[in-house]
């Protein structure tokens, strides 16, 4: 087509009105067809003059980046509303750099994505004439990574864990038995030849015995990690699950001077659940925003149902979670707490996984978490179309 419209423009002169004009729509043609492919793009595409000045985007873009109105008298990075992002641009499109899959976290229409920004030289005629910057939305990749790594994690685990575990739990079982005969016989020498020697020892013993039920705990966890499922679904309702555990641990956030407030959707209505794991799931979530508020705060349960899923989020306004640690909080053995045994919220992710279920994690530090689980409501459960009734012959 270019090379049409150079052979028609060097004869211009010699071409009548209806010649120049069927030149003309067929150009408009051809640059429609070229917008409409690049508006089709799940991708989004800027390019830039010499001069950095934006002359094209297309539509994609304005869902991945929050770009101002007007953006054709300025550098291009003055019009990205996102800093960082604007940053990156003008550093590299300054030095003329060729930069590929810079990723970066942004937030536009009160969504958050990742996002891959490639930025190349736009060449045409053997010579540069711009800036093409490619933006490829990466979040659900990432996440299927991360989900995977996570299946992967949890089936290694289970290779080995088992046969660990019951060689452990044995001893541990025999040791604590030892213990308690220990310290009866020194109660019973204590009685006849009282000393200040056995207090000391008592105070020893004690360290022993907390030290063989931390070990027991972990154990504990780590069977219950493991071990298959053996789900037991009923129908159940997630609001009252939430105001049981909320009068359970009642006590726990007031002594914490933690706050509570629930949003419970009225229209939730029962599906098919375990209550048993799903409230274990809860649990540790709220035992998780519990040590994230050492100082107290404000603990907010929500939850919202519709005709395809349900969703409920246990948010804190604790100390948040470094975003290099994001990516890992779900795999087996990861813990920033002193005594935790990084279980905790391994069991929360494999109990919704196998609810059918999807659990993320969006956090901040010094803003507080909130973990958004999402429930699928089975197709027996969801609302039936009307059946249309054919005209009678």
């Known amino acids: 087509m270019r090379q049409f419209i150079r052979r028609a423009l060097s004869k211009l002169s010699k071409l009548t009105i209806e010649q120049i004009r069927n030149i003309l729509m067929s150009a408009a043609n051809e640059i429609n067809r070229l917008e409409t492919v ?32 007007d953006s054709a008298c300025d550098e291009i990075w003055h019009f ?10 003008e550093k590299v499109l300054r030095a003329g750099d060729r930069i590929v899959d810079r990723e970066f976290e942004v937030e536009n229409k009160g969504k958050l994505r990742l996002l891959s920004i490639s930025v190349l030289p736009l060449v045409q005629d053997r010579r540069v004439s711009g800036s093409l910057i490619y933006i490829d939305d ?18 290694s685990l289970t290779t080995v864990a088992a046969g660990v575990a019951h060689e452990i739990k044995n001893p541990l079982g025999s040791l604590s038995i030892h213990i308690q005969l220990i310290q009866k016989s020194i109660a019973a020498q204590e009685k006849l030849y009282p000393s200040d020697r056995f207090k000391a020892i008592n105070k020893y013993i004690d360290v022993v015995n907390e030290e063989i039920d931390r070990l027991n705990h972990i154990v504990v966890d780590f069977l219950f990690a ?13 609001n009252t699950l939430i105001k049981e555990l909320i009068d359970f641990v009642a006590f726990e956030l007031d002594a914490a001077q933690i706050d509570y407030r629930l949003n419970l959707d009225d229209k ?20 998780n925003a519990i040590a994230a508020m050492p100082n107290g705060g404000l603990l907010t349960i929500t939850t919202q149902m519709n005709d395809t899923e349900l969703v409920f989020t ?25 005594t935790g045994s990084g279980l905790g919220l391994t069991l929360v992710y494999k109990i919704i996984r196998e609810h059918n279920g999807e659990i993320m994690v969006k956090s901040h530090l010094d803003e507080g978490s909130c973990f958004i689980i999402t429930l699928p409501v089975p197709q027996k459960d969801r609302k039936l179309l009307p059946v249309l009734k054919s005209d009678p012959l």
């Open 38 to 69: 690049l508006d089709s793009l799940a991708d989004g595409i800027l390019v830039c003059d010499t001069n950095h000045h934006l002359i094209l985007a297309n539509k994609y873009v304005h869902l991945l980046l929050p770009i101002a109105d």
């Open 80 to 89: 990205i509303l996102d800093g960082k992002v604007g940053e990156f641009l």
């Open 138 to 155: 990466i979040t659900e990749k990432r996440a299927r990574e991360a989900r995977l790594r996570r299946m992967e994690n949890l089936a």
């Open 226 to 238: 493991v071990r298959p499922m053996d789900m037991e679904f009923k129908l159940s309702n997630i």
């Open 268 to 287: 939730v209505t029962d599906i098919y659940l375990d209550d048993r794991y799903i409230k274990q799931a809860l649990l540790n979530l709220i035992k």
């Open 314 to 338: 246990i948010f804190d306004s604790g100390i948040g979670i470094p975003e290099d640690n994001m990516p890992k909080i779900f795999e087996p053995y990861f813990t920033t707490k002193a």
